[in-house]
């Protein structure tokens, strides 16, 4: 009987350990993922971003901001990405639980230069499905240290 008690209790035990694993609390319904966040993009003048042609998977893509003014801006690698669903922005739920952040490096777009910028989201995003979609990003206009303007480029693709 210690026998059978020992191999029912490793077998219990494994049951136990399998049904504990993590979850993200993310709804599979997009109609209740949360809102965008942000209602005012493209506002910089002569300044925007766009998919690289043949770039775009299931897992990232590569932007290209451009920058036609005299003035040079700087942008990081913090996005976030949004789905359209029924007309509105919403956010895609980040698929990994606890904390998680960006380096906080500062890229510089020249003045009248080009950047590309290669995105890889599976880390937070997992893979996406089909549908159209867009990535958000924040670019600075550094006017002293400590002293600048935020502003948010989007740019929208499909995956089909």
Same mark, same amino acid.
């Given at each position: 009987? #210690?026998?059978?008690?020992?191999?029912?209790?490793?077998?219990?035990?494994?049951?136990?350990?399998?049904?504990? +694993?993590? *979850?993200? &609390?993310?709804?599979?319904?997009?109609?209740?993922?949360?809102?965008?966040?942000?209602?005012?993009?493209?506002?910089?003048?002569?300044?925007?971003? $766009?998919?690289?042609?043949?770039?775009? *998977? !299931?897992? #990232?893509?590569?932007?290209?901001?451009?920058?036609?003014?005299?003035?040079?801006?700087?942008? +990081?690698?913090?996005?976030?990405?949004?789905?359209?669903?029924?007309? $509105?922005?919403?956010?895609?739920?980040?698929?990994?639980? +606890?904390?998680?952040?960006? &380096?906080?490096? +500062?890229? #510089?777009?020249?003045?009248?230069?080009? *950047?590309?910028?290669?995105?890889?989201?599976?880390?937070?995003? #997992? *893979?996406?499905?089909?549908?159209?979609?867009?990535?958000?990003?924040?670019?600075?206009?550094?006017?002293?240290?400590?002293?600048?303007?935020?502003?948010?480029? !989007?740019?929208?693709?499909?995956?089909?």
């Amino acid at each position: 009987m #210690g026998k059978t008690t020992f191999i029912l209790g490793v077998m219990l035990s494994l049951l136990f350990i399998s049904g504990c +694993g993590t *979850s993200n &609390n993310t709804s599979n319904d997009e109609t209740e993922w949360e809102p965008t966040e942000y209602e005012d993009v493209n506002t910089l003048d002569g300044v925007t971003m $766009h998919v690289k042609e043949g770039t775009v *998977s !299931a897992i #990232g893509l590569t932007v290209i901001l451009e920058n036609s003014r005299e003035q040079g801006y700087t942008y +990081g690698e913090y996005f976030s990405l949004e789905k359209k669903v029924e007309d $509105h922005w919403v956010q895609v739920p980040i698929t990994i639980d +606890g904390d998680y952040g960006f &380096n906080d490096i +500062g890229y #510089g777009l020249e003045p009248n230069g080009t *950047s590309e910028w290669k995105v890889d989201w599976e880390w937070l995003y #997992g *893979s996406l499905d089909s549908g159209d979609y867009r990535i958000v990003k924040d670019i600075l206009d550094i006017k002293e240290p400590g002293d600048y303007e935020r502003y948010y480029l !989007a740019v929208e693709f499909t995956l089909d």
